[in-house]
Nanobody
């Protein structure tokens, strides 16, 4: 069955760096849109990075653009999120997700993703 397992979360000081990983199994990884989403208490789940199948394109919201980088290793079926200069407002549970492309494009909407990991907590605090 499909499994997405995140790792790499933890506590980090503002301005530091952290790399999240997501190991995928049970489906054809290279055919899916892959995304990192986050959800803070009392807030809606939001996309922080999306990568198209094969890495042909990426999406970042303005809130993380220039600080976060999504990448993947198709040979290892692993997705990464490099978080540079995180800020306290980046504190949240981070999830990786897999979804099928629609007309060749990947969505930033959480309800377009079929499979989800269990999440990893990221806390940014001094």
């Amino acid at each position: 069955q499909v499994q997405l397992v995140e790792s790499g979360g933890g506590s980090v000081q503002p301005g530091g760096s952290l790399r999240l990983s997501c190991a995928a199994s049970g489906y054809t990884y290279s055919s899916y849109c892959m995304g990192w989403f986050r959800q803070a208490p009392g807030k809606q789940r939001e996309a922080v990075a999306v990568i198209w199948p094969g890495g042909s394109s990426t999406y970042y919201p303005n809130s993380v653009k220039g600080r976060f980088t999504i990448s993947q290793d198709n040979a290892k079926n692993t997705l990464y999120l490099q978080m540079n200069s995180p800020q306290p407002e980046d504190t949240a549970m981070y999830y990786c997700a897999a979804g099928t492309p629609s007309w060749g494009a990947c969505s930033s909407r959480a309800n377009q993703y079929n499979y989800w990991g269990q999440g990893t907590q990221v806390t940014v605090s001094s």
